[in-house]
C-alpha cells in the first residue's frame, strides 16, 4: 500500500497524538483515584476514556486508508481542536484540500 499524501499523515498523526495522550492519562488517573480518600474514579470513568482514545485511535486509521466514513469521524474528532484557533483552523483547513478529499475517493 503507497503511503497516504502529506495531509492525510498529518491529519491522521493528530488523531493518534490524541488518543495516545488520553490512553496515557489512565495511568495517573488511577493513581490519583486510588490514592485520594473520597475522590475515586469510578468503572464508567475508565470505560469512557478508553472510549474516547479508541475513538480517536480509530478515526485516524480510518483518514489513514481512505475509508469514507472517515472523513465525518475525523471533522466531528476535530472539534476538540477548534479551541486552539491556529490549530484547530489548519486541521480543518487540511481536511478541505482537494488532495484529502480525493484520497477518499481513490478507495
Known amino acids: ?9 498529518f491529519v491522521a498523526r493528530t ?8 490512553a496515557v492519562t489512565l495511568v495517573p488517573l488511577h493513581l490519583l483515584g ?4 473520597g475522590f475515586e474514579f469510578g468503572l464508567r470513568t ?11 485511535g480509530l478515526a485516524g486509521t480510518l483518514v489513514w486508508l481512505g475509508v469514507p466514513p472517515g472523513r465525518g469521524l475525523s471533522r466531528a474528532c476535530s472539534l476538540l481542536y ?3 484557533i491556529q490549530f484547530g483552523t489548519l486541521v480543518w483547513r487540511t481536511m478541505d484540500r482537494e488532495d ?5 475517493r481513490r478507495r
Request: hydrophobic content about 50%; glycine content about 2%.
Open 1 to 9: 500500500m503507497p503511503r497516504p499524501p502529506d495531509c492525510v499523515v
Open 15 to 22: 488523531h493518534w497524538i490524541v488518543a495516545t495522550v488520553i
Open 34 to 37: 486510588s490514592r485520594l480518600p
Open 46 to 56: 475508565y470505560a469512557i476514556t478508553v472510549g474516547l482514545a479508541l475513538l480517536y
Open 82 to 84: 477548534l479551541p486552539r
Open 100 to 104: 484529502f478529499k480525493a484520497h477518499f
